[in-house]
Every structure is written in structure tokens, then in C-alpha cells.
């Protein structure tokens, strides 16, 4: 009943979408061009893509609400304390495409056992979903990680982002260019350690989430071409 009538109450401003009814929303939004077969499985592997976030900043004793979605914009968890440390940023921003990533596979090897092309799409929109994240570039999940091996690389993120805005124009990239040039532009000022103690991290910690986010980034790339390469031309 609670559920239903939040439902209801989703035209209010103000509100807060809960997560069944922002999944529902969102399944209906994306069944409108892709069916509603692809649409379930899409919002499914972003939610197992947030879960990974909520599980891991759980893990680490932070108060974190359920995940939330807006069709064509993609799905968030709110973070009601923030991490005090960026192993821990790290360590919460990671946790997201690793899961998102296995589910992704699992949709592969699916694909691979029955031949269906359904299958193999919705696989390719969870290894291209995660790839983009990972862009070395705050408020996305690849700056969150790679903060806590230099935040100077997310120098590297910003053109990046530019370069697939000129492949594939999207609002959405502007929308998160915003969102970090504030960043970005202390890295380029060298003020980006206002709060020194926050990135201070033994450097085999820094080694190893560096080794994380490479693996993880080659993979997807991987894979994301691979099954690219397999889908029916349309």
C-alpha cells in the first residue's frame, strides 16, 4: 500500500522517487523504444550496478539510501554522509561497475548458450554502461576511483569526455562536464589537495586500486567490442 501510494504521488516536486517506482517508470520509458523485454533488462543491470554501490558503502558504515532512476538519465544512490577518506570514495565508486560488470556477463553467457540476440543486447548496453563510467572524471564512478591514485588524472578525463560528445552528441555529457570543471579546474590550479589528509593512502593502496581500474577498464573495453562485433547489423 505504501508503495502504491507513492506511485501516486510521484507528480509532486519534492518527493523522493522511491525505487520500485522509479524502476517501473523507467521500464515503461525505455519499453517505448526498445520493447519492453530489452527495457527490464536495461533498469535490471542498473540496479545491480547501484547495489554494488549500496552494498559497498554499507560495507563501510556510511548511511546510504536506495537506488534511484530517471529514465535516460541512468540511476544513483544518495550518499547522506560522505566518505572520510578517498580509499573509501574508492573503495564505494568501484564496487558499482564490478557488479554492474558481472551482470552484464552473466547476460552474456546467456546469449552464448541460447543464441539469443535479446541477450547479447542487453549484455552490450551493461559493458558499454560500465566502460563510460569509468571515464577518469568526477561525479562519474572512474573519478571516484582514480582520485585515490592521483586526482590529477582526471586531467585526462575532461577530453575524454569532450572526444564522445564530438562522436556522439548526448545533453547528458554536458550535464556532467558541468559538474566536474569545478574539479577539474583545482587540479589545473594545483589546488586540488585543500584537503591533503583526505587523499593520503599508503601507495600500495594506490597500486592496487590502479591495477583494479585498468583490469577492470580493459575488460570492459573487451568486451564491450567483442559483443559489439557479434550483434545482428541492424
Not at 591533503?196 to 599508503?202: K, L, S, T
Amino acid at each position: 500500500m505504501k508503495l502504491l501510494l507513492s506511485l501516486l504521488a510521484l507528480g509532486k516536486l519534492g518527493k523522493v522517487l522511491t525505487t520500485g517506482g522509479s524502476m517501473i517508470i523507467s521500464v515503461f520509458a525505455y519499453a517505448l523504444l526498445y520493447g519492453w523485454k530489452y527495457a527490464v533488462g536495461f533498469v535490471l543491470l542498473l540496479f545491480c550496478h547501484e547495489m554494488g554501490h549500496f552494498w559497498a558503502a554499507r560495507a563501510r558504515g556510511l548511511d546510504v539510501g536506495a537506488p534511484t532512476f530517471i529514465p535516460f538519465v541512468g540511476a544513483w544512490i544518495q550518499l547522506k554522509e560522505q566518505p572520510m577518506d578517498a580509499e573509501t570514495e574508492a573503495y564505494v565508486g568501484i564496487a558499482g561497475p564490478m557488479l554492474g560488470s558481472a551482470a552484464a556477463f552473466a547476460c552474456y553467457l546467456v546469449a552464448t548458450a541460447t543464441g539469443s540476440s535479446l541477450w547479447l543486447a542487453i549484455s552490450y548496453a551493461g559493458f558499454m554502461l560500465n566502460l563510460f563510467n569509468l571515464i577518469p572524471l568526477s561525479p562519474l564512478d572512474g573519478g571516484r576511483i582514480v582520485g585515490v591514485v592521483s586526482p590529477r588524472i582526471w586531467l585526462i578525463g575532461m577530453p575524454m569526455l569532450v572526444a564522445l560528445f564530438c562522436w556522439k552528441p548526448n545533453p547528458l555529457l554536458v550535464l556532467i562536464a558541468i559538474l566536474a570543471a569545478p574539479q577539474v579546474w583545482r587540479v589545473f590550479k594545483n589546488r586540488h589537495l585543500e584537503n591533503p589528509e583526505y587523499y593520503r593512502v599508503a601507495p600500495a593502496v594506490r597500486y592496487s586500486y590502479a591495477a583494479y581500474y585498468l583490469a577492470l577498464a580493459a575488460g570492459l573495453a573487451m568486451m564491450t567490442y567483442e559483443v559489439g562485433q557479434a550483434l545482428p547489423s541492424q
